[in-house]
């Protein structure tokens, strides 16, 4: 079995690949429509600092949710004693 918290670190690398592609997407037509040209640098550099946003963000959820699981599980185990 996995470690989870390797397991955690390799959801959050591959999870929001599909969501660079959507920013990327969304910021060209953003900037082909107010500049008439799209902006290749500032495309790339939105999508890149998007996805290191949302891996950070993405990690300290898991992290934050397991903790959120052990604390359940204390709180069943002294309610069952």
Request: hydrophobic share 45%; glycine share 8%; charged share 20%.
């Amino acid at each position: 079995m996995i470690n989870p918290n390797k397991k955690s670190f390799y959801k959050s690398i591959t999870w929001p690949f599909v969501h660079v592609f959507l920013v990327g997407g969304l910021l060209y037509i953003v900037t082909k429509l107010l500049k008439g040209e799209a902006e290749w640098e500032y495309i790339g550099i939105g999508a890149v600092s998007y996805l290191a946003l949302e891996i950070s963000f993405y990690y300290a959820h898991e992290k934050f949710w397991e903790n959120i699981e052990k604390i359940w599980e204390k709180i069943k185990g002294k309610q069952a004693n």
